[in-house]
């Protein structure tokens, strides 16, 4: 069975997400935000591994895909810092990595710190808020 993740009492600002923003782009729908933050975790809490096997195995275009997804996802639930990181490495693969097969590794890098950091702010036990 698929874990749950509980917001119910989420602060508005956990690591890495700006969830005034991420409520505001749900049409300030507190049950829609909280089922977009479950599947962002169930669908991409693999996908830094994912991307890295990719890069590694010069299929540069296939994690520039990847990445393309994590970004609408990431600010789409208010992950600010991970949108801007992810369009930092989507343009390095749309660019410089299919020319050359190379993606800067710091790029590379500065994506899976902003999604970890992400996904620790909303996997399951990880967030705690008034009263807990």
Do not use: W
């Amino acid at each position: 069975m698929p874990e749950q993740v509980n917001h119910s009492t989420s602060p508005i600002n956990a690591t890495g997400i700006d969830r005034t923003e991420g409520l505001a782009r749900a049409m300030n729908n507190p049950g829609l935000y909280h089922r977009l933050l479950e599947s962002f975790y169930r669908s991409y809490s693999a996908s830094a591994s994912r991307i890295s096997e990719l890069i590694s195995a010069g299929e540069i275009a296939e994690a520039g895909h990847l990445v393309h997804a994590v970004k609408g996802a990431g600010a789409t639930i208010g992950a600010k810092g991970l949108a801007t990181a992810a369009g930092q490495l989507e343009k390095a693969c749309r660019t410089d990595g299919i020319n050359a097969g190379v993606v800067p590794q710091e790029l590379l890098d500065t994506f899976c710190q902003q999604l970890a950091e992400v996904l620790s702010s909303i996997r399951p036990g990880g967030i705690t808020g008034p009263g807990d």
